[in-house]
């Protein structure tokens, strides 16, 4: 039998990790082939013009789980996570945050997603498209020990966006009318608590840049751990766990993602197949061991 962090998610019902770390589902079946077609039939342009093979692999943000996302709701259905209540952010403090990250801005906006926001943003978007983040990368610091997809005892691990030599993602166009709406959404999941800074960066689509919103690491929280080496990263994925998944999912469901876009991402391809080369040795050590019994 294989252990938690063995099982894939495929497919339309690939598990989805929020870019906290804790807002996790797994995103709704699209056996129809085109999830978006329902929610997008008002719109005179498609959002997935410009790439068609994304329609049947993000989820149709109304009945997105991160659609009506709240700390509360969250205890409501997963009441273990009550003792950390006092770890979220308050809806003031929060609120404060966003009018802080949105001061000046006008008109549509573009937020960018490096992890599972591109596969299932919550968000009504008039625009999906390929987008190139220079001087960041998406790397595996962000640590999960609360229960969602790692322990105290076994720690999960997930995406979150540093500092480095760039990084590929999704970037979603918010019409200037839905702005306030959905950026509320947005923040309610990405600001759930201490871990990012809400910051605008400049991102290229095909070598145009644009401004985008994106959520950037905070060093200064204990969860962000840059420091982590290699071999505590593969054991932190292989073996975290928790009532929404495991960590493996998570980094499997960035790359099927890359894959369907075209993107080769070495860290996270070469990470995933580290992961795996651990687990067969871990599982061939059990077996043997059971053999000697």
């Known amino acids: 039998m294989q252990s938690p962090a063995r099982v894939q998610a495929r497919g339309c019902g690939t598990s989805a990790l929020g870019q906290t770390g804790l807002a996790v589902r797994d995103v709704a079946p699209c056996a129809n ?33 991160f659609r009506t996302f709240s700390v509360d709701r ?7 996570l009550e003792e950390h209540r006092d770890w979220a952010f308050s809806d003031a403090k929060r609120e404060a945050l966003r009018a802080e990250a949105l001061d000046g801005h006008s008109g549509d906006l573009w937020v960018f997603g490096y992890g599972s926001l591109m596969w299932d943003p919550a968000l ?19 640590v999960d020990w609360r229960g969602a997809r790692g ?12 500092h480095g030599p760039g990084c590929h993602g999704l970037v979603f166009r918010i019409a200037e009318a839905d702005v306030d709406r959905e950026t509320e959404i947005l923040f309610r999941r990405e600001m759930i608590a201490p871990g990012y800074h809400a910051r605008f960066v400049t991102v290229d689509i095909d070598e145009a840049p644009a401004r985008a919103l994106a959520f950037v690491a905070d060093h200064t929280v204990d969860d962000i751990k840059p420091e982590l080496s290699r071999a505590e990263q593969i054991r932190y994925i292989a073996h975290g766990a928790g009532f929404l998944g495991t960590s493996r999912d998570y980094l499997l469901n960035i790359v099927e ?26 599982d061939r050590a059990a077996s043997g061991a059971e053999t000697l019994r």
């Open 124 to 142: 009504r978007f008039t625009t999906v498209r390929r987008a190139h983040l220079r001087d960041h990368a998406r790397r595996m610091i962000l």
């Open 151 to 162: 322990t105290a005892d076994a720690p999960g691990l997930m995406a979150a966006l540093d």
């Open 257 to 282: 993602h890359f894959e369907t876009l075209g993107i080769h991402d070495p860290e996270c391809s070469e990470l995933l197949g580290a992961v795996d080369a651990y687990l067969e040795t871990q």
């Open 74 to 80: 969250m205890i409501a259905q997963f009441p273990q």
């Open 33 to 65: 082939g085109a999830i978006y077609n329902k929610a997008y039939q008002s719109l005179e342009t498609d959002p997935f013009a410009h790439h068609p093979e994304l329609r049947s692999r993000i989820a149709d943000p109304e009945n997105s789980f």
